[in-house]
């Protein structure tokens, strides 16, 4: 259980690092996706496998892990798109825009 969480706050503790240092909107969605994902992940199953797998929070500690895994995609997908769609521009020092072609 220990490990699990440590391994969760490794992982969130990275991303927010991450998050700053990322130069532009699009870096940093997938920085925070990531974080979301590896960071609460280990966290849930901590009290999944800390309160027992039958328990009431270990239900719900999974069916949240669930949910994360199923919604973060599409969340994150939705503010990449919306933040193209309104013109936040790429880093300059972004290798390519393979959607600047199809605008």
Known sequence: MLLLASIGLFFSISGALGVVRMPDVYARIQCTSIVITMGAMPALLAVA????????YAVRALLVA???LTLNPAASHAL??????TGIRQWSGAVADEGRDRR
Do not use: D, E, N, P
């Open 66 to 68: 669930f949910l994360l």
């Open 49 to 56: 496998v800390g309160k027992g797998f039958t328990s009431q």
């Open 80 to 85: 990449g798109r919306a933040a193209y769609k």
